[in-house]
């Protein structure tokens, strides 16, 4: 947050200036691009997570700024693209119809960014790798989300879950701290090893985002049909015998307020509850190893130890008040 203060105006000036390399000819476009970003705000400043790992190999988090609008773009453009995956319209972006919203969501996404890591604050020997990480990104990504609307409901395992978040979250974010080793100048060896953090800190972070959903009672999972990595812990607590009625109630959950809460209850059971944090504390653990391993700038790596730690705590309960024991009415 504080270096997300410090660097906002930074941030902001490089975001206008992507905008800009859109180029004169498309004065639609960029008006279309900058209002799906003003009316597409996140509630956590990640896109810094690019400028600590810069400042991590470097002491320097400047030079890393158009990662921060990269990562902002993409998010932009994703958040949108799941909607409509998900069956929700995206019109509501300021004045931008439906079909103008895609369009500019299509553009923030794909050919901004790669304008982004084309343009001259980029040294030119690192501007294929980092063009190539954000196609690498954007095929990952859709195989994540691809798996998640096609999810074979027989086959609900917590290697299977992880596989698709590996694409939904940890794509993108693997995607920024891989470009941010790029720039910094970095053997490939610590390239990867912070890919593979950024794929750690993706699974966490959506499992962060899977209990905020129950918790605010949004419960877009529920609606969506989304097969979580609570549900899969749910599944193989239950064992042969019952998995079955968990998938039923998970299937029946999104037109039946009685499975929906008969599906709550079972998944915020102790038991299921209790393999959820174990399983939490191991990829925050394998995360500080991974950040241990990689070492640098020790102010710097002591922010991500800290976001680490921020984006994996347990916040579900056993007893929630939405929890109802009921019998179904599949």
């Not at 920024?176 to 060896?189: F, H, I, N, Q």
């Not at 749910?234 to 307020?257: M, Y």
Request: net charge negative; glycine share 8%; charged share 20%.
């Amino acid at each position: 947050m504080d270096l997300h203060g410090e660097m906002s105006a930074d941030i902001e000036a490089e975001r206008n200036a992507a905008l800009d390399l859109l180029g004169p000819a498309a004065a639609s476009v960029r008006a279309a691009v900058a209002e799906l970003l003003e009316h597409r705000t996140f509630a956590y400043p990640h896109s810094v997570l690019p400028m600590i790992v810069h400042a991590v190999e470097t002491g320097a988090a400047g030079p890393a700024v158009p990662l921060a609008v990269v990562h902002e773009l993409w998010w932009t453009s994703a958040c949108y693209l799941d909607d409509l995956a998900d069956g929700q319209a995206v019109f509501a972006a300021g004045r931008l119809r439906e079909s103008e919203a895609l369009l500019a969501t299509v553009v923030s996404g794909i050919p901004l960014p790669l304008l982004v890591v084309q343009s001259p604050r980029i040294p030119e020997k690192a501007r294929g790798p980092l063009s190539a990480e954000i196609v690498r990104c954007w095929i990952g990504a859709s195989e994540g989300q691809l798996r998640d609307l096609r999810a074979d409901m027989g086959a609900v395992t917590r290697d299977a879950v992880v596989t698709a978040y590996l694409g939904k979250s940890g794509a993108p974010y693997s995607m920024v701290t891989a470009m941010a080793a790029r720039l910094a100048g970095c053997s490939d060896e610590r390239v990867e090893l912070w890919r593979e953090f950024g794929n750690v800190f993706g699974i966490l972070w959506q499992i962060f985002n899977d209990q905020q959903d129950i918790l605010t009672g949004r419960n877009e999972d529920l609606a969506n049909g989304t097969v979580t990595y609570l549900l899969a812990c749910a599944v193989e607590n239950a064992g042969h015998g019952s998995a079955g009625h968990v998938l039923e109630l998970h299937a029946a959950g999104r037109r039946s307020p009685d499975a929906w809460a008969a599906l709550t209850a079972i998944l915020l059971a102790p038991d299921v509850l209790r393999r959820y944090e174990e399983d939490i504390g191991v990829f925050r653990d394998r995360a500080h190893r991974i950040l241990r391993e990689l070492g640098g700038d020790t102010a710097h790596s002591a922010v991500l130890h800290d976001f680490v730690d921020r984006a994996s705590p347990m916040l579900l309960r056993a007893a929630l008040p939405t929890a109802r024991a009921v019998t179904p009415q599949l």
